[in-house]
């Protein structure tokens, strides 16, 4: 996987523009999985908008990439089980960042918010099909937070709510399958998971 990525780095950075930090360092070797932001060409927001554009593109390919190189050593029984995960994973990505740049819909802000999203949540998935995604918080503190939040702001039927749970439930059903201890692997998969939609919604409140 590191000599994959390593060349795939090499060409995106033939083809992409401005992708830091793949001028210093290959992304294989970053200490941040998937695609950094990149460097833009000004602090306007028509740049920074631009900039975000790229940035949420970049990774959609890198995600792409990588999604068929596991598909491609997965067995066969499993392949139907790994596309309705990316199935439910995209309506998921689309929906939560339409409800977070929502409120800035008819504003300069809105496509900076809304590409910004997608690039963060899609560096995310690449890191669960990696296997490098690492939890940061207890799970306490990922629950707590995370319950203060959906109670506060009643987000628990929303739509991106509902659709991260049920990607939740199909990705570490499908993690368990590569662990001897079925249990805790499917734990500790929901644990990072959330700390993961922890970080998304405070994302998201931050910017109302």
């Known amino acids: 996987m590191n000599f994959f990525l390593h060349s795939l780095t090499i060409s995106i950075g033939l083809t992409c523009i401005a992708i830091a930090p793949a001028s210093s360092e290959t992304i294989a070797n970053s200490k941040q999985f998937g695609v950094a932001p990149p460097a833009c060409e000004g602090e306007a927001q028509l740049y920074l908008n631009i900039c975000a554009s790229r940035w949420a593109k970049t990774a959609d390919f890198l995600r792409s990439l990588i999604y068929d190189e596991v598909y491609s050593r997965v067995p066969e029984a499993r392949k139907t089980q790994l596309k309705a995960i990316e199935k439910t994973w995209n309506s998921y990505r689309d929906i939560h960042c339409e409800e977070l740049s929502a409120p800035f819909r ?103």
């Open 106 to 208: 008819k504003g300069s802000i809105y496509s900076l918010l809304y590409f910004s999203c997608r690039a963060r949540v899609t560096n995310d998935r690449i890191a669960d099909l990696q296997g490098t995604n690492i939890s940061q918080f207890t799970p306490d503190i990922t629950t707590q937070r995370l319950s203060k939040i959906l109670k506060n702001e009643k987000m628990n039927n929303s739509s991106g709510q509902r659709q991260w749970l049920q990607y939740q439930a199909q990705q570490c059903q499908f993690e368990s399958l590569n662990s001897n201890e079925t249990t805790r692997s499917v734990k500790q998969c929901r644990d990072r998971l959330a700390e993961g939609r922890l970080k998304e919604l405070e994302a998201m409140l931050g910017t109302r």
